[in-house]
């Protein structure tokens, strides 16, 4: 398992070009199993969650592959099976994103149930209300979703839930309501633009759905749609936790690639903060003019600030000056950050729905444990600002949705090794950040070590 060594106290400075959106790629590759013909999508990241979403497509039928320009190129080949094993779907929840796009073009889909998450309880009740509306007839059975129709016939749809609309749910019913009789209203639906990007990929295919980025969807019931070539949004996710990574180490960082008007909570709340933040065009600057003041903040549905970044602010409000309150709407148990950040010197607090977060002068290096995704992410931050090395462990969940984070990092002057266990302990520390210091790819790309640098990435 590998693990980082991070040598914190260097502040970041440089560009950094900001990778396609991985919840935007992943139900959009998942819809792709749905359309007529060839789908050729540009600006995926290379990431173990979009290659455990390709092992699920090729055992529906699908083939998934990389071009020579690093287009990923998806054609279903049959229309026969529909079962999503609890193999694969347990390895990443997303994969329940192939749900709707198997009912809608093959009339059943049998999908396992994801199972728990860490960042909290994740039922999928509403994607099966939406799908049952449509006329599907849906059970669940021995762990698995067991959803048939011979027809679907559109409907109105509530995707209201007790936190909100559900992002993934929008995604589904959407897709298979692009197959349905007669026209379909989703209200609540998320608005979040990952699921305005599938949109876009759909309606380009000759699908019919308006209302893109508000509340109220409506999808025209056609035939279907076809593959077309589609250039997936840039991360937003990813770029607020490089902004907040520039400012954590006191840098000054430029990001390419970015559209500003996704990140309009986040950068405002930077910019309360008292963080320099100038938008030109695609790209976002940021740095510290000073010290940071503490904002409190709610995590929402889009366009508030999203979950999904919760735990970077919550990282830096830990260095701000003063007192703040965090509170996570979304998931309100997303907090397993709090004791790994309060090892490295942090004063957080949990409270009813979120933490409270006291700044402290700086933080100290600590050996940590990744726990999720997101939580990972703010711990690298935190590790990155500290003075001396931290060791984060289980980056593999890091790896599910940063492309190679750390030696992108590295390029504006972040100190961050890759190593196993053994080689950790085989290595002096004086050695960690020398020539001779092992150099790991992660892994799940398939590279040749000889051509590291000018390499080209294999990896889906
Ligand atoms: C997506 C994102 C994830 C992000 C989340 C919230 C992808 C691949 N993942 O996850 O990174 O953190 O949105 O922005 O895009 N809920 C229900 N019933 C349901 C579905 C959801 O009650 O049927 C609840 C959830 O428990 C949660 C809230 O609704 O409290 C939002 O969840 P949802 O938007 O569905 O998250 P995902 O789509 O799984």
Known sequence: MDLFVIRGGTPLSGRLPVRGSKNAALPILAASLAAEGETRLANVPA??????????????????HRDADGMLVVRSESNEPCVAEYDLVRKMRA???VLGPLLGRRGTARVSLPGGCNIGHRPIDLHLRGLA?????????????????????????DLAGPQGSTVTGTCNVMTAACFAKGRTVITSAAREPEVVDLAHYLNAGGARISGLGTDVVEIEGTDGFAGVEHQVIPDRIEAATLLIAGLMTGGDVTLENVVPTHLTAVLDILRQMGAFVEIRGATIHVHAAGPLSSVSFV???????????????????????GKAEVVDRVFPDRFLHLPELARMGADV???????????VKSLSAAPVMASDLRASAALLLA?????GDSI??????????????????????????RLTEAELSNCRPEELFSDHAPVREPHFAVTSPKSRGSRREQSL
């Open 47 to 64: 990431l173990v969650d979009v290659t455990t979403l390709s092992a699920v497509l090729r055992t529906l039928g699908v083939d998934v």
């Open 95 to 97: 994969s329940v994103c």
């Open 133 to 157: 509306s449509l006329g599907a007839d849906v059970r669940l059975e021995h762990g698995y979703v067991v959803a048939t129709a011979s027809s679907l016939l559109g409907a109105q749809i």
């Open 299 to 321: 995590a929402e549905p889009y366009p508030g600030i999203p979950t999904d970044v919760q735990a970077q602010l919550t990282a830096l409000l830990t260095l701000a000056r």
């Open 349 to 359: 607090r949990r409270a009813e729905g979120g933490a409270h977060v006291f700044g």
């Open 383 to 387: 590790a990155l600002s500290a003075e």
């Open 392 to 417: 984060l462990r289980r980056v593999y969940h890091l790896d599910r949705g940063y492309e190679r984070l750390e030696e992108r990092l590295a390029a504006v002057g972040g100190q961050i090794r």
